[in-house]
């Protein structure tokens, strides 16, 4: 009961982040200077963050509610709010700020934050770890848009 306590808490705070997220980027997708950038060809299409992202926060909730239950350390927690500043703030500096090398710097450090979770504070939550890869994988083909975005334009 406490887990499920846990995952929803967490699944409030992720997806209040993905809000706030969406609400400093001020429509950035859809402005021209997005739209007029040269763009990944390997760029999906808009539906796909959406889709994204929903299972991204449904399995890392869930994987932080298992983490949480069983280290609720002071570490965990930092480890945590670095990640949730990193994920808010990237879609400001890179929509709202088009300060694409920022953004470059921003997304990578929350990549390697998720591998540092992934390899070094799963030992104890096992297969939960596995929770991680959408958004590893999510992060690192993201990282790869930003940066195809600085060097073509």
Same mark, same amino acid.
């Given at each position: 009961?406490?887990?499920?306590?846990?995952?929803?808490?967490?699944?409030?705070?992720?997806?209040?982040?993905?809000?706030?997220?969406?609400?400093?980027?001020?429509?950035?997708?859809?402005?021209?200077?997005?739209?007029?950038?040269?763009?990944?060809?390997?760029?999906?299409?808009?539906?796909?963050?959406?889709?994204?992202? &929903? $299972?991204?926060?449904?399995?890392?909730? @869930? /994987?932080?509610? =298992? +983490?949480?239950?069983?280290? *609720?350390?002071? %570490?965990?927690?930092?480890?945590?709010?670095?990640?949730?500043?990193?994920?808010?703030?990237?879609?400001?500096?890179?929509?709202?700020?088009?300060?694409?090398?920022?953004?470059?710097?921003?997304? &990578? $450090?929350?990549?390697?934050?998720?591998? @540092? /979770?992934?390899? =070094? +504070?799963?030992?104890?939550? *096992?297969?939960? %770890?596995?929770?991680?890869?959408?958004?590893?994988?999510?992060?690192?083909?993201?990282?790869?848009?930003?940066?195809?975005?600085?060097?073509?334009?």
């Amino acid at each position: 009961m406490k887990q499920l306590k846990l995952i929803i808490l967490f699944l409030v705070i992720n997806f209040g982040g993905l809000a706030i997220g969406s609400w400093l980027m001020n429509n950035g997708p859809m402005t021209d200077w997005y739209t007029n950038l040269n763009q990944a060809p390997w760029t999906p299409p808009g539906w796909v963050f959406g889709v994204a992202w &929903t $299972l991204i926060m449904i399995c890392f909730s @869930i /994987y932080l509610g =298992k +983490l949480f239950l069983i280290d *609720n350390s002071k %570490k965990n927690k930092i480890i945590f709010l670095i990640q949730f500043i990193l994920n808010v703030s990237w879609n400001f500096i890179f929509f709202n700020q088009h300060l694409v090398l920022i953004g470059l710097i921003n997304i &990578t $450090l929350l990549t390697s934050i998720l591998f @540092i /979770y992934f390899f =070094k +504070l799963s030992n104890k939550v *096992n297969n939960y %770890k596995y929770l991680l890869l959408p958004y590893m994988i999510w992060l690192c083909i993201a990282t790869s848009l930003n940066m195809y975005i600085l060097i073509q334009n």
